[in-house]
């Protein structure tokens, strides 16, 4: 203390802690913006943005761990999942599935095929994607899928019908006109299908069918077309007889074997081949019994003499 009463400054200067820092006073800019901030965060408009925020980053961060350890199909189904309760709880889930068209495919089968369950909700039902997996079944040629909000769902289905039977190998199938297999491996027949045979020979039943139908008395005799080497047709008739087609204008024989039937009723005759590959000429391959029947009925005729009348 000095003369005067007061203390006498110390000799070493006091030293301010190193981890201070002076910065600038806030401006009012800044004190505006946390005053707002203030403000804002008792609204229940900004705690639901922070719910948001929250819930998206927790599925974001979901979804990196789901890429990174390769089980995206699961997260997908996990989201789509929560997605169906969220909307079935606001009153989207699916009430009534009206389905049209349906004959040979079952209401449950094309259901699952659709991917449609009592847990579905209509705004995530895929429109476009539903009617391609519909579309996958093969008896289902077209589909049409709408979206009747708020818990309507309807299908209508155009089916396929069943137009022939096609045997490769051992195995026989139902197709469509179009050559579409509806069916693989049946064990039963149906009578009134007719049967083509032969690799290609699906896609072109459709022709080969209308064009024997032309001829109604050579289609009711006809168990099978045969396709040779996918480029012509031979026909198996119900009693055995091959009939062999040409590849070119096919029509104009079968008219030819038509006429032959009406006048020597050909086809009911004792023979195993009838050859119409030859542009007017019908060849003829007689059965073994109708061979040796033939050969001895030539021997038992008389010998012509030398010199006789003719």
Do not use: C
């Not at 139902?174 to 690799?199: F, H, M, N, Q």
């Not at 480029?231 to 104009?252: H, Q, S």
């Not at 039937?261 to 000429?281: A, F, H, M, N």
């Amino acid at each position: 203390m000095d003369r005067g009463g007061r203390f006498s400054r110390p000799l070493i200067p006091r030293l301010r802690p190193r981890a201070t820092a002076e910065f600038a006073p806030p401006s009012r800019f800044v004190l505006f913006l946390r005053r707002a901030l203030v403000r804002l965060s008792d609204r229940p408009v900004l705690r639901h943005f922070e719910f948001t925020f929250l819930i998206v980053l927790i599925a974001a961060t979901a979804g990196y761990g789901a890429v990174r350890g390769e089980h995206t199909e699961i997260f997908l189904a996990g989201l789509r999942s929560a997605g169906d309760v969220a909307a079935r709880s606001v009153g989207f889930g699916i009430a009534t599935v009206e389905i049209r068209g349906l004959s040979h495919v079952a209401r449950a089968d094309l259901l699952r095929e659709a991917g449609v369950t009592a847990a579905s909700s209509l705004p995530l039902i895929d429109a476009e994607a539903v009617r391609e997996s519909l579309k996958r079944n093969p008896w289902i040629a077209e589909a049409t899928v709408r979206k009747l909000y708020p818990d309507r769902l309807e299908i209508a289905v155009e089916e396929r019908e069943a137009f022939a039977l096609w045997q490769r190998g051992e195995k026989l199938n139902l197709i469509a006109r179009d050559g579409t297999v509806l069916e693989s491996g049946i064990e039963t027949k149906p009578a009134e299908l007719l049967l083509v045979v032969g690799i290609g020979a699906e896609k072109r039943a459709g022709a080969f069918i209308d064009l024997i139908d032309r001829f109604p008395e050579i289609r009711a005799v006809l168990r099978a077309g045969v396709l040779v080497a996918e480029r012509r047709w031979n026909l198996r008739l119900k009693n055995g007889i091959d009939v062999r087609l040409p590849e070119d204008d096919p029509a104009l024989a079968l008219e030819r074997l038509a006429v032959l039937d009406r006048e020597k009723q050909i086809l009911s005759r004792d023979v195993t081949v009838i050859d119409l590959r030859v542009p007017d000429q019908v060849m003829v391959r007689l059965s073994d019994e109708a061979a040796e029947a033939r050969a001895a009925m030539l021997k038992q005729r008389p010998a012509k003499r030398k010199g006789a009348d003719t």
